[in-house]
C-alpha cells in the first residue's frame, strides 16, 4: 500500500530526469514493419538485460537486498508475491533510475507490444504452479524457472535473475535448470509474515549495519558469486 503511495512521486521525479535529458537519447523507429521488427527487438533485448542486472544487484549489494529481501520473505508463490515490494526499494528504482526512459525515445506501440510480450513471462512467474516447460526451460521465464530464484535451498540462492529471457542467466552463469519434478520450498524467514509496521522498517531491521539478519539472509549474501 505504501507503495503505491509513493509512486506518484516516483513518476514526477522520473519524469522530471527525463526532461532534464531533453527526452530518450535515442529514437525507436516503428514507420515501416521491418524497423517495428527491429526497434521492438532492441528494446526488448535491453530493458530485458537492464532488469536481469538491476534485479542481480538488489541482491550483490547489501543495502539493496535488505529492501529487495522483503520480497522474497514471502513464504508462498502467488500472482500477488509478484506486486510485494518494499516502498522504498519501488521509490528508488522507479525514481532514481529510470535508465530505459531516458536511454529510448519508445513510440508507444512498442512499448504496448513489449509489455504483451513481458506479460505472460514475467508477470506471471509467481504463481503457484507445478508446471514446466521441460527441454524448453531456458527459452524463456516460467513460474518453474524463477521458483528457483525464490527456492529455501542454498543451492538455489543467487540463481535464475531472469525477466524474460533466461539466456541471461545462461551467459552471466547465475542459471539454475530445474529438474522435470523440481519444485522447491520458497521463502525466506520461517513463519515471518510482516505487517504495516514491520513492512516500513524493513530494510533497517533486516541489514548488517542497523538490524540483525537472519540465517538464510546471512547466507544468501554469503553466497554471493
Not at 515490494?85 to 525514481?95: G, K
Not at 538455489?156 to 529471457?165: E, V, Y
Not at 530445474?178 to 525466506?188: I, Q, R
Request: proline share 6%.
Amino acid at each position: 500500500v505504501i507503495g503505491w503511495l509513493v509512486k506518484p512521486l516516483a513518476v514526477v521525479s522520473a519524469y522530471a530526469m527525463i526532461r532534464g535529458v531533453g527526452g530518450g537519447l535515442i529514437t525507436l523507429r516503428s514507420d515501416g514493419w521491418w524497423q517495428f521488427g527491429g526497434s521492438l527487438l532492441i528494446f526488448i533485448l535491453v530493458s530485458d538485460l537492464y532488469a536481469y542486472w538491476s534485479h542481480r544487484l538488489s541482491h550483490l549489494v547489501p543495502a539493496l537486498w535488505a529492501m529487495h529481501s522483503f520480497h522474497h520473505s514471502a513464504e508462498a508463490m502467488t500472482l500477488i508475491t509478484g506486486a510485494r515490494h518494499h516502498w522504498l526499494e519501488t521509490l528508488i528504482t522507479s525514481a532514481c533510475f529510470p535508465l530505459m526512459a531516458v536511454l529510448f525515445n519508445v513510440p508507444p506501440a512498442i512499448a504496448t507490444t513489449a509489455l504483451f510480450i513481458g506479460f505472460l513471462p514475467n508477470g506471471c512467474v509467481h504463481l503457484n504452479v507445478r508446471f514446466g516447460l521441460g527441454r524448453y526451460s531456458t527459452w524463456v521465464n516460467s513460474p518453474q524457472w524463477h521458483r528457483i530464484h525464490h527456492s529455501v535451498q542454498p543451492e538455489h540462492m543467487n540463481k535464475n535473475f531472469a525477466a524474460i529471457l533466461p539466456l541471461w542467466d545462461l551467459v552471466f552463469g547465475t542459471a539454475w535448470i530445474p529438474g522435470a519434478d523440481e519444485f522447491p520450498d520458497t521463502g525466506l524467514v520461517a513463519g515471518e509474515n510482516p505487517g504495516l509496521v514491520e513492512a516500513v522498517v524493513w530494510p533497517f531491521r533486516h541489514s548488517r549495519i542497523f538490524g540483525k539478519l537472519s540465517r538464510r539472509e546471512d547466507q544468501r549474501l554469503s553466497l554471493q558469486p
